[in-house]
T-cell receptor, first 113, second 112 residues
């Protein structure tokens, strides 16, 4: 158990819908990262937050947005969903104050039908 | 940007030794990580190298050569449970603190 929690574990929804994925980092970690992993793709970095502020953006679509709240949990919002958005979405956390390993949550498996 | 290259697939037999290579090109290398990921599960941290040389951790070792932009993960006494994807990730000095760039992973299959 990495100490990072993600909910829900599975999500099935229809095209055009909107969903919210939630992540709670390890105790003491200030940085949260979101990744997307499809069957035919590697781990794609989406976005990073540090202590409530956006720090880095990767291959995140405009239909996706995220935020980190004062209690440090984070949410990833996916809207106007398409079939191609079906993937595993991982959240990871780290202290963010040095070059330290990221601890990954169990992921949310999103299926868009 | 960052360019990280590792083989797509490898196979080996139980009890054997396997070496998974990773080459990278970054504008400002600042550390390399190896992660293990079983199918459908979260990646888990295996090792971190920032200086040249070999880091040993039980059956797993990781080597780094900064001048060659090269690392390898060495797995000894392979077990069936080592069948997984192995991800190489680098930290770039120009990137934000903590952000890693991941390779596409090497899928290792261990046969009995």
């Amino acid at each position: 158990d990495s100490g990072v929690t993600q909910t829900p574990k599975h999500l099935i929804t229809a095209t055009g819908q909107r969903v919210t994925l939630r992540c709670s980092p390890r105790s003491g970690d200030l940085s949260v990262y979101w990744y997307q992993q499809s069957l035919d793709q590697g781990l794609q970095f989406l976005i990073q937050y540090y202590n409530g502020e956006e720090r880095a953006k990767g291959n995140i679509l405009e239909r996706f947005s995220a935020q980190q709240f004062p209690d440090l949990h984070s949410e990833l919002n996916l809207s106007s969903l398409e079939l191609g958005d079906s993937a595993l979405y991982f959240c990871a956390s780290s202290t963010g104050q040095g070059i330290d390993e990221q601890y990954f949550g169990p992921g949310t498996r999103l299926t868009v039908t | 940007g960052q360019n990280i290259d590792q083989p797509t697939e490898m196979t080996a037999t139980e009890g054997a030794i396997v070496q998974i290579n990773c080459t990278y090109q970054t504008s400002g290398f600042n550390g390399l990580f190896w992660y293990q990921q079983h199918a459908g599960e979260a990646p888990t941290f295996l090792s971190y190298n920032v200086l040249d040389g070999l880091e040993e951790k039980g059956r797993f070792s990781s080597f780094l050569s900064r001048s060659k932009g090269y690392s390898y993960l060495l797995l000894k006494e392979l077990q069936m449970k080592d069948s997984a994807s192995y991800l190489c990730a680098v930290h770039d000095r120009g990137s934000t603190l903590g952000r890693l760039y991941f390779g596409r992973g090497t899928q290792l299959t261990v046969w009995p």
